[in-house]
């Protein structure tokens, strides 16, 4: 991960259920990030966790079709 802009965090968005039939929880997508991902509605994302000395990154990006 080296070369990598970091982010600080600093917005906080809430789970709510995705799916009544699914474990699975959906959120709000921040502003800044759509901006930086250029996503809209209907777009789909592709996350990918990363597990490093006992902590997780999130990384997304914008799902080619």
Do not use: C, F, Y
């Amino acid at each position: 991960m080296q070369d990598m802009e970091i982010s600080p965090m600093g917005e906080r968005t809430k789970l709510n259920h995705a799916n009544n039939n699914s474990p699975s929880l959906g959120t709000t997508v921040p502003e800044g990030v759509v901006s930086e991902l250029k996503v809209k509605e209907g777009d789909s994302l592709e996350w990918e966790r990363i597990i490093h000395e006992g902590k997780i990154a999130i990384r997304i990006k914008k799902a080619e079709m």
